[in-house]
């Protein structure tokens, strides 16, 4: 019995999970909430950001997700001419792009809105032309990325999920 292997597989399994599923519930069920819901949607998004660990905690979970796949992945090296080996490469490959693209990309842009909406929400007055027009270019930004990014933990999931089997 491997305990190491079984360990960096539970802790992939677990944080892959939660990394994906936040993912989703995040992309398809609370940001249209707090769009639909305005200031008061705005409300939860600033408790969120600056009251919890919530994005830290998905960076970490993405962060582990990506660490223990790679400490799993070299006695895979020698099946990579199997369809085994060749679904779990592609899988990983994808899993690692979303990771880059999630800690440098996305990351980015919510740091961006949220110092932005702090800025707004100090200043006397309503937000400016300007701020409302960066306001919205990187809440496209966002979505953009939010849908790259969960299409890559899709291949990455299916990939891994049906690599026994290929």
């Known amino acids: ?3 190491v292997m079984i360990v960096l597989r539970i802790i992939h399994i677990f944080c892959g999970v ?15 909430a707090i769009k639909a819901t305005g ?11 600056s009251k919890t660990k919530m994005m830290s905690t998905v960076y970490w979970a993405a962060t582990l997700t990506l660490i223990s796949g790679l400490g799993m992945f070299h006695p895979i090296v020698a099946l990579m001419n199997t369809g085994y080996g060749m679904a779990i490469s592609i899988g990983a490959m994808a899993g690692t792009i979303a990771w880059v693209l999630v800690i440098f990309v996305v990351r980015n842009i919510i740091n961006q809105t949220q110092k932005l909406g702090m800025t707004i929400g100090s200043q006397e007055g309503p937000p400016s032309q300007d701020q409302l027009t960066q306001v919205e270019t990187l809440g496209l930004r966002l979505n ?3 849908k790259v990014v969960i299409g890559f933990m899709v291949i990455s999931l299916l990939g891994m999920s049906v690599a026994q089997y290929v």
Do not use: E, H, K
């Not at 990394?19 to 069920?29: D, E, K, Q, S």
């Open 39 to 49: 200031a008061d949607g705005q409300s939860v998004i600033r408790y969120l950001g």
């Open 18 to 32: 939660f990394w994906i599923g936040f993912a989703i519930t995040n992309f398809f069920y609370l940001q249209p």
């Open 144 to 146: 953009l990325f939010g």
């Open 1 to 3: 019995m491997n305990t």
